[in-house]
């Protein structure tokens, strides 16, 4: 089985390093001088017992090398999808399978806009990955994978999915698969809109968030919420209680600096529109109140990009009096 990482952001070296050393296995990068370093000089991954390990994945910057594949996984920035969706347009098999595993919502869809139906589905995981440099990642700690298995898909993209999870479970990644795809996407969504825009905000690592009962408190109201929103649609999330879920999230990957971090850490537009914005979009469809959704968005949107920071890394008061404040749009 041929696969492809589209994208080299964390998740994406962390999977060619762990993927690649056993498997058929390809990474495709857009920058330049990233795959240009990983090509020649391999990837370095610093492990969650804090060993450090080399590896030579296959990358390329150019799709038209790769040949056709049978599985692509879709790991890009959700702002990337579209141009991800027509890179995998070119490489994937007719009866391939295309897989996302951002972070946000649409990106299903609209990989099924240009893949079509039948060849895409989701996978959520709670590995953390935080990129160190450009060809250097720790692998803040270990989550379960979990893949889609949803009835719309082709009869040879449902015979591909197994060989998938057996693929990560032989490289040392958990995974498993799933019936319910929409559990999964807003299941995903309510940890990331607990976890990420609060350490964005604060700078600080997923584990921070768990030694204070306030913001405890604010992950647990935005993932309620989300979940709300989730059961206004008629989707069950794939666990029981939201707001555990996203701490149990944050425990297994304290180290790590959530992706929305690395964004802001790096000057560059976040996810936030596609995590806690959308959240707030359907949720107003809905006939949902999604205040703490609402004004994380608002708050994270004045700090991507390379504007300053809100407030001092770790200030909690700082930040719970802003969240507190009406009158910021
Ligand atoms: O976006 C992220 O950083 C990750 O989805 C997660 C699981 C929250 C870990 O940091």
């Known amino acids: 089985m041929k696969v492809a990482v589209v994208g080299i952001g964390a998740l994406g070296c962390l999977l060619g390093a762990y993927l690649g050393d056993g ?18 000089s391999g990837l370095w991954l610093e492990n969650p017992d804090g060993s450090r390990t080399h590896h030579m994945p296959a990358i390329t910057q150019n799709p038209d090398e790769v040949g056709l594949v049978d599985v692509a996984l879709v790991v890009v920035k959700s702002r ?5 969706a027509r890179t995998v347009a070119k490489i994937l098999k007719p009866d391939g399978l295309a897989i996302t595993l951002q972070n946000g919502l649409n990106n299903c869809a609209t990989l099924r806009e240009i893949l079509g139906q039948s060849r895409v589905t989701v996978g959520v995981t709670a590995q953390g990955a935080t990129v160190l440099g450009v ?16 009835s719309t898909l082709g009869p040879a993209q449902l015979d591909c999915l197994p060989h998938v999870v057996e693929l990560f479970n032989q490289a040392g990644l958990q ?10 996407i807003w299941g995903k969504l309510a940890v990331n809109a607990a976890i990420n825009p609060l350490t964005a905000l604060l700078r600080v690592p997923n584990g921070f968030l768990i030694e204070h009962e306030s913001l405890i408190e604010i992950m647990t ?26 701490l149990r ?33 359907v949720a107003r469809d809905n006939g949902v109140y999604t ?25 909690v008061n700082g930040l719970l009096q802003l969240l507190a404040d009406d009158s910021i749009r």
């Not at 990337?80 to 991800?84: E, F, I, L, V």
């Not at 250097?136 to 298995?149: D, E, Q």
Request: with cysteine; charged share 25%; glycine share 10%.
């Open 175 to 184: 995974s498993h698969l799933m019936e319910n795809i929409d559990g999964l």
């Open 80 to 84: 990337q999808t579209r141009d991800a």
């Open 291 to 315: 205040p703490v959704n609402v004004r994380l968005c608002r708050l994270v949107r004045k700090i991507e990009g390379g504007n300053p920071p809100l407030v001092e890394p770790g200030d």
């Open 249 to 281: 999230v944050a425990r297994a990957t304290a180290g790590n600096r959530s992706s929305m971090l690395q964004d802001v850490d790096r000057g560059v537009p976040t996810e936030v529109e596609a995590i806690c914005g959308a959240v707030a979009r």
């Open 23 to 40: 498997g058929d296995v390809i990474l495709i990068g857009h920058w330049p001088e990233q795959v240009a370093t990983i090509r020649q």
């Open 221 to 246: 109201k935005a993932a309620n919420e989300v979940a709300e929103v989730a059961h206004a649609q008629g989707i069950v999330l794939p666990f029981p209680d939201a707001a555990e879920q996203a």
């Open 135 to 150: 060809a250097n990642v720790r692998h803040a700690g270990h989550g379960p994978t979990y893949f889609g298995r949803d």
